[in-house]
């Protein structure tokens, strides 16, 4: 059995969602090696359970739990809060990573009501469950750090339309912000993540051909997909007591796109 890496975390509890692949399993990987216990929750059970199981090989047994939670569903994200709290006693870490992009051609003409309201569930309304079980948490123990992953779409216009999810992204933006200012005294911080385009399933069953990732690396100074881990790292800082006097802020980890006209 490795001990943890580091101690940035230490004492520390934290839940994140989507935690079977991609981003939230490798922070959820990387939260722990700093210390951290983590409750690992997706909708996709199996991989929620295989992120928690690697951990506890890793870095030993009570590091992690796995449960199946469904964002879009207010009763499965109370019912993960509160594990944290049964599991470990208090919660001082959410991230709300969990997302969906639509891999069907989503612009304004093509798009249905049915990919709005699924990505609107679960890209916006998942984030408002966290926040709200999570806040009522946080405020017992005095404060925490809240961190919603939204996306460089929600800061720059996508040159492949994916209109719902370039929408919704924008929404968890606004509604970071707004959560910032109003328990700023409270000590609750919250920031929102903003990648890149990654080599994550999500994108590349959306960039299927050599031609749609071409397209999209053309925006991407740095020529190339991000990976996961680079987001973790980025999570990893806003997590951590290291972000102290940050919060409200659209935090961009994206190759240098935003910085590109
Ligand atoms: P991923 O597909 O590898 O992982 C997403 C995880 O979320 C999966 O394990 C999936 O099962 C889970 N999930 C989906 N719907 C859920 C639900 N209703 N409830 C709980 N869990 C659910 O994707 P990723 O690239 O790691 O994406 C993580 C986040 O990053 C998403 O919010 C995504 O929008 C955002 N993001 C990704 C990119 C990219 O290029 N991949 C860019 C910008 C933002």
Redesign the pocket.
Known sequence: MSPPYGSRLAGKIAVI????????LESSVLFASEGAQVVC????EK?ATATAEKIATLYGKGRAVAIH????KEEDVKKMIQLAVTEFGKINILFN?????HPADDNALTTSEDIWDLTMN??VK?VWWGCKYAIEEMRKTGGGSIIN?????ALRGAATPQLA?TAS?GAVLAMTRELAVVHAKENIRFNSLC????R????MEFLNTDEKRDRRLVHVPMGRFGE?IEQAKAALFLASDDSSYMTGTDFAVDGGLCAAY
């Open positions: 969602t989507g935690a079977g692949s991609g981003i939230g929750a997706d909708i996709n991989g939670a469904d964002v879009s990573n969990a997302g969906i992009m679960i890209n998942g992953t939204a996306s460089f779409v999810y992204k990648p890149g385009p990654l994550t399933p999500l994108l996961a």
